[in-house]
């Protein structure tokens, strides 16, 4: 048996993906839809974590452009509701000098 919660959440997805893992007032969050989420989060991870780190440590990050690989879903257009992922990569231009999230991923 695993202990790690990335192994736990995709397994869980895979055997009951519309099971309920949260029920709050006016809805539920199904593992299907956690899983899904949580691909999203790790996928934006390489934009903000650099800026993050560099904002901590007091350093300056104006201008600064790291090139990273980006974690890209390929899944098509049918495949929305699938379980397994389908990830490629791209090789991107992270501008970690822009402290606004929505310019970075511009």
């Known amino acids: 048996m695993s202990f790690n ?3 736990i959440l ?3 997805a895979r055997c009951a993906p519309d099971h309920p893992v949260a ?3 006016g809805g539920q969050l199904t593992y299907r839809q956690l899983d ?10 390489p934009t903000a974590a650099p ?10 990050a104006d201008g600064l452009v790291l090139r990273s ?3 890209v879903s390929v899944r098509g257009p ?6 397994t992922n389908r990830i490629s990569a791209v090789l991107a231009n992270l501008p ?10 511009a």
């Open 36 to 45: 899904q989420a949580s691909d999203r989060v790790a996928a934006n991870l």
């Open 23 to 25: 029920v709050f007032d």
């Open 10 to 12: 995709s397994e869980s």
């Open 69 to 71: 690989l980006v974690p």
């Open 96 to 105: 970690v000098g822009e402290a606004d999230p929505v310019w970075r991923l």
């Open 51 to 60: 800026w993050v780190l560099l904002a901590h440590r007091g350093e300056p």
């Open 5 to 7: 919660l990335a192994v």
């Open 78 to 83: 049918g495949e929305d509701g699938a379980i």
